[in-house]
């Protein structure tokens, strides 16, 4: 089976890509369909942690390639893969795929990785507008406090056991500041990608807390309309149709975690309105179509 298309139309500055295992490809599927609606020349890579389905054809996919794990730099990998679970290893291999990419196609200038949940609604420009001045891009989890303690605890305690900043996103540019950050990220996940709050780890996400100390070519997102989920909707109002745009506190939506906690911590709070809502369709519909 062929890993990738025209490796000419792959030669682009500019490449995306989301890891998963096979049953998550219909998701993968919803958001490289988003990704090349804003953007069809950018190419997008699927990192499989796993076997590709019997059915599954690339020439029929808004896939580029596909980046089995096994390619990447894993020493014993056998006895690697066996000591994570799904989701670590899923996680593990991100700044290894990022070094993977770079290393393979000499054109590319910035990549930006997006969890497979994820869908885009307009354009990602003015995050790559962000990656020409800094080496590294990063999207906290939340922008603004809490108002509640039940609140605090859910959201924002969570996240001082998570991570400050979701790794759901993030961006890198191929400049020396984030090639270093890439190898040290990669060192990190290669031997300490566990879930393991108790010891301050919890899969790649909680080293990320460390770039501040460790790099100064980085940059935050404060843009609402980024990294929208449950974790942050009580201070982020959706305004607008699923069908035109949406709108969050005022700014155009760029991308929505459909996180699989998000029944859960909505119905909690009562943070769904009619947008969010009809998100949720609108993704569930979607899934629905790439599910084969």
């Not at 700044?95 to 930006?112: D, G, N, V, W």
């Not at 990063?138 to 305690?157: F, S």
């Not at 001082?160 to 191929?174: D, E, M, Q, T, Y």
Request: charged share 20%.
């Amino acid at each position: 089976m062929n890993s990738q298309k025209n490796l000419n139309d792959l030669n682009n500055t500019v490449h995306v890509f989301t890891s998963c295992t096979s049953c998550y490809i219909p998701k993968a599927r919803v958001l490289a369909e988003s990704v090349k609606k804003f953007h069809d020349s950018i190419t997008f890579h699927l990192v499989l942690s796993d076997k590709l389905p019997h059915f599954f054809d690339l020439q029929d996919e808004y896939f580029d390639s596909v980046i089995f794990i096994e390619s990447l730099d894993i020493d014993n990998f056998p006895q690697w893969a066996f000591k994570h679970s799904v989701v670590e290893m899923c996680t593990a291999v991100k700044p290894l795929a990022f070094r993977k990419i770079f290393s393979t196609y000499s054109e590319c200038q910035k990549i930006i990785f997006l969890d497979p949940d994820t869908a885009i609604f307009s354009s990602l420009d003015s995050l790559l507008d962000h990656l020409e001045d800094n080496s590294i891009l990063l999207t906290p989890h939340q922008l603004e406090p809490e108002k509640t303690e039940e609140k605090i605890r859910d959201n924002e305690l969570a996240i001082l056991r998570h991570g400050i900043f979701n790794l759901g996103f993030i961006g890198v540019k191929a400049s020396p500041e984030g090639h270093k950050f890439i190898d040290w990220w990669s060192d990190r996940c290669l031997n300490l990608c566990f879930i393991d709050p108790a010891n301050g780890i919890y899969t790649d996400q909680r080293w990320i807390d460390l770039v501040p100390s460790y790099f100064e070519d980085f940059y935050v997102i404060r843009d609402p309309g980024c990294n929208v989920a449950n974790w942050n909707l009580s201070n982020r109002v959706l305004t607008g149709d699923v069908n035109t745009e949406i709108f969050v506190n005022e700014s155009p939506l760029v991308f929505y975690h459909f996180s699989s906690s998000q029944s859960i911590m909505s119905d909690k709070h009562d943070v769904v309105n009619d947008v969010s809502g009809s998100l949720l369709q609108w993704y569930q519909k979607n899934l629905s179509i790439w599910t084969v």
